[in-house]
């Protein structure tokens, strides 16, 4: 790697992009070694614990050498790539085969009053150690991974994939690299696809996850099917024996690996409980569907999440105490005042829980439009890690995926979470009669020290007694 000496070359530092960050693993380089770059171009994308994350420039000039190759993880406050802001010509280095030399890094100055190095968001360490991560080969077997993002909200079954073009056309002029969004991007290196393959067939010849799908369905060769009508039955091969790959081995890193360590934690540390109720909720899906055609709503989300959203809202404001979290070290329970309404959505990255800020605030309107924009921002991979943090309750919506309820584990901080069954018709007696009607189970489990049995119980009452009878909306509210 060339050595920076000149007073020219600035070094960009991973920057910390979200609070409590320590490191983000290089999933893609976009520029390479004698490129131009100018200020806020976007020269990687980064994964940390939380979200992928496209990385900025800050400043003008000519690249000099990436540090790292892709797939590597760099602490914070680590130099990732050098540019020569000068209007130097001098030749690149190697594109990035190597960790970083020996050689110091030129130094940018350190924040007044602190011994840390000042990066794009806030302050990372100043010590650094990197360490690769094991590269995926071209013999690793592909895995056919979801079809399209599925978040616990839209109620939408997955896109199928697109059937595989014959042919792949040359990228747009005037663009080094396929187009395609970052999940995409993401989503192909996990699947080991290179994307200078894929037939694109989204708008201005944007790859799609169905596209990287359809390239991986080409690419898998149909198994042989061998003559065994006139073998005997017992020498005849079963199923199995045709499959070439038996286990498949994933590394676990990034969102996935910190909501596991969260979900652990949160497991062993506050004491569950979990409390059910079925509720007939016929009622609430007749007023969905008349909001849908109220010109207050039109253009938004509405669908049954809005109003169970809402419920549990009034449900909280008639049991503020619920709204609460705990301090170990103080050894107090802090009540909120506020609601930051959290709702999990499955990703390919694995599980994330945005929030919407100050839920408790907003109109029914204005409820779903955050819910609408949560949703896209989800689906589209661009959760910012500002937008996961101060969650105070959470809502898992599990029916979606045709499951009656689940028991489940509480966010890390906050005092209670949701889970919402399918809603499907079964016999019922309404005003003495069995009828067909449209019914849910919901499980409300909470943090045993600082919510009872009482309080729990009647939170989870007052949600399925709105869902029951929805105009409880306006006398409750």
């Not at 000039?61 to 020569?84: K, M, S």
């Not at 002029?173 to 395609?180: C, F, I, Q, V």
């Not at 969004?181 to 694109?200: I, Q, S």
């Not at 599990?398 to 919402?420: C, K």
Request: glycine share 8%; net charge neutral.
């Amino acid at each position: 790697m060339t050595t920076m000496t000149e007073a020219s070359v600035r070094e960009f530092k991973m920057p910390d992009v979200g609070e409590g960050l320590t490191e983000a693993e290089i999933l893609k380089w976009y520029v390479q070694p004698g490129d131009t770059v100018t200020d806020g171009q976007v020269v990687c994308e980064v994964e940390t614990a939380k979200a992928a994350v496209e990385l900025p420039i800050p400043y003008d000039g000519v690249v000099r050498d990436l540090h790292f190759p892709e797939g590597t993880t760099v602490d914070v406050g680590t130099a990732i790539i050098a540019v020569d802001v000068g209007g130097g010509s001098a030749a690149p280095a190697p594109a990035a085969a190597q960790p970083a030399a020996a050689a110091a890094p030129a130094e940018e100055p350190k924040a007044a009053g602190s011994g840390r190095q000042p990066v794009l968001v806030g302050y990372g360490v100043a010590t650094s150690s990197t360490r690769r991560r094991p590269r995926k080969g071209p013999e690793v077997p592909v895995q056919q991974a979801s079809t399209a993002i599925q978040t616990e909200l839209n109620g939408h079954a997955p896109t199928a994939p697109a059937a595989p073009a014959p042919a792949a056309p040359a990228a747009p002029a005037g663009t080094d690299r396929p187009l395609a969004k970052p999940p995409v991007r993401k989503l192909a290196k996990d699947l080991g696809v290179d994307l200078t393959t894929v037939v694109p067939t989204g708008p201005d010849g944007i790859i799609t996850r169905e596209d990287v799908h359809a390239a991986v369905a080409a690419a898998v060769p149909a198994a042989p099917e061998p003559s065994v009508a006139s073998a005997p039955a017992a020498d005849r091969p079963t199923p199995a024996s045709y499959d070439t790959t038996r286990e498949t081995r994933i590394p676990v890193k990034g969102v996935r690996k910190a909501t596991a360590a969260a979900m652990v934690g949160s497991a062993f540390t506050a004491p569950h409980v979990t409390e059910f109720v079925t509720v007939d909720v016929t009622r609430t899906m007749k007023l969905v569907e008349e909001l849908k055609g109220d010109k207050e709503f039109a253009g938004l989300r509405v669908n049954p999440l809005l109003l169970i959203a809402k419920a549990l809202l009034v449900a909280i404001r008639r049991n503020p105490d619920v709204n609460a979290s705990w301090d170990e070290a103080a050894q107090e329970i802090v009540v909120k005042h506020y609601v930051n309404l959290g709702i999990a959505a499955a990703t390919p990255r694995g599980l994330i829980v945005p929030n919407i800020k100050d839920a408790h605030a907003k109109t029914l309107p204005q409820l779903a439009e955050s819910l609408g924009e949560l949703v896209s921002t989800a689906r589209d991979g661009k959760t910012s890690p500002a937008a996961m943090q101060g969650g105070t309750v959470t809502i898992t919506n599990v029916g979606v995926f045709g499951v009656d309820t689940g028991t489940p584990i509480l966010n890390p901080g906050e005092s209670a979470i949701l889970a919402v069954g399918a809603i499907k018709p079964q016999p019922w007696v309404h005003k003495g009669k069995v009828k067909p009607r449209q019914v849910t189970t919901l499980a409300l489990s909470f943090d045993h020290r600082l919510v009872d049995g009482e309080l729990g119980s009647k939170v989870l009452a007052d949600v399925a007694a709105i869902l029951e009878q929805p105009k409880r909306l306006i006398t409750w509210a």
